[in-house]
């Protein structure tokens, strides 16, 4: 079964870095566009970041030039680098396949940011 598992959240104030790590099981972080997601209360999942096959990055309007995403293949990790955070950065974020396959949601990793 291919899980994904998120880490490397928490509780930063603004201005402040997190860099988020995403570790898959099979290959599936080597092969597919993979992408990070958020969520925050009350508002639908949104598309953050992602990376193609052969590395072509997007990025939603509201991070651009202060997140990126990587990939190491040879660790089946898909990161996401997340400088100079505001408030409204404030979500779960999860890691999937681009587009998002529904069977492959984890749990996330909860990211804060408050004074």
């Known amino acids: 079964q291919v899980q994904l598992v998120e880490s490397g959240g928490g509780l930063v104030q603004p201005g402040g870095s997190l860099r988020l790590s995403c570790v898959g099981s099979?290959?599936?972080?080597?092969?597919?566009?993979m992408g990070w997601y958020r969520q925050a209360p009350g508002k639908q999942r949104e598309l953050v970041a992602g990376i193609t096959s052969i590395g072509r990055t997007k990025y939603l309007d509201s991070v651009k030039g202060r997140f990126t995403i990587s990939r190491d293949r040879a660790k089946n990790t898909v990161y996401l680098q997340m400088n100079s955070l505001k408030p409204e950065d404030t979500a779960v974020y999860y890691c999937n396949t681009d587009p998002a396959d529904p069977r492959y949601w984890g749990q996330g990793t909860q990211v804060t940011v408050s004074s």
């Open positions: 099979g290959n599936i972080v080597r092969i597919y566009a």
